[in-house]
């Protein structure tokens, strides 16, 4: 398969990310990529860090980073006037799970507009027989909770797509975390986006305090740039985590930082042991040198 091509962009000062901080976070989404996210969903791609937009590969797709991400529906998944995918990612103290987040819905959804038809969430019928559930791969279980670390980098967890099943099954996978434990339903902090073709409206299950409940969006009768950008952009769609950041003491948070000063020690450790092998090959004398 030919492979997508996702570019990493921070264009805040270096003292707020380092070009070293960007290319680990680039190293860490590659590997989850790779390793977690191709194998299940079947699409490949190279994941890059690059110190300005002007670098990036005509045929990347950005993801940027920047401070001033505060309009409603600016931050997250556009197109540009190409077609073309990219994302805006908001700083804050998480924004390496908000680029995993960004690049595994970049990559099982280019275009923002994949509709996937199955039963409506079971507890919400409402008469509802069958509804086209937008494909977000990560808003179900979006929550930091269920995010895991690669590298010591913080990442999101992500949805199998079993997830659109017609009913729950032994053994069967539905996110990558393995909290999700049944088909279309929705962890604490999390959504999930439909649309009704009976009434032409779109609605969500959104369990953001104390648990699920069923929103209904109306109808979108004015789609910007595509159904992604739009339903994220309503007024009633929330992603607290991914555009205010994290508590202090949030658990993933304080793990990966902890692991990450311990792993910085190895690294120096090890890079310090090949330099120095690296200078022993340099001073050798030549085999038959007289």
Same mark, same amino acid.
């Given at each position: 398969m030919l492979p997508y091509h996702i570019a990493l962009v921070s264009e805040l000062k270096y003292d707020d990310i380092s070009l070293t901080e960007l290319t680990q976070v680039s190293a860490a989404v590659q590997k989850q990529v790779t390793r977690d996210f191709s194998p299940i969903w079947q699409v490949d791609a190279t994941v890059d860090a690059f110190t300005r937009l002007e670098d990036v590969p005509l045929d990347a797709w950005p993801i940027i980073i920047r401070k001033d991400i505060h309009m409603p529906g600016a @931050?997250?998944?556009h /197109?540009?006037?190409?077609g073309q995918p990219f994302a805006l990612v908001q700083f804050n103290n998480s924004w390496p799970l908000t680029v995993s987040h960004e690049c595994l819905e970049m990559? @099982?959804?280019p275009t923002?507009?994949?509709l996937i038809a199955a039963s409506s969430v079971q507890e919400f019928q409402n008469g509802q027989a069958r509804v086209m559930y937008l494909v977000e791969v990560c808003d179900p279980c979006e929550a930091s909770d269920f995010g895991? /670390?690669?590298?010591d980098i913080m990442v999101s967890d992500f949805? /199998?797509?079993h997830y659109y099943d017609p009913r729950k099954a032994i053994g069967v996978q539905y996110d990558y975390s393995g909290a999700v434990t049944a088909p279309r339903t929705v962890l604490q902090g999390g959504y999930v986006s439909f649309a009704d073709p009976t009434s032409n409206h779109w609605l969500q299950v959104q369990d953001f305090d104390g648990g699920p409940k069923l929103v209904d969006l109306g109808q979108v009768d004015r789609v910007i740039e595509n159904l992604r950008t739009t339903i994220d952009s309503h007024r009633l769609t929330r992603h607290p985590e991914l555009e205010k950041g994290l508590p202090a003491n949030n658990r993933l948070l304080v793990s990966a930082r902890t692991k990450k000063e311990a @792993?910085?020690?190895s690294a120096a450790a090890r890079a310090q042991a090949l330099?120095?092998?690296i200078d022993k090959l340099i001073q050798r004398e030549p085999v038959g040198a007289v």
């Open positions: @931050a997250g998944f /197109t540009d006037p190409s990559l @099982a959804d923002g507009n994949r895991y /670390t690669i590298n949805l /199998t797509p @792993a910085q020690k330099r120095q092998h």
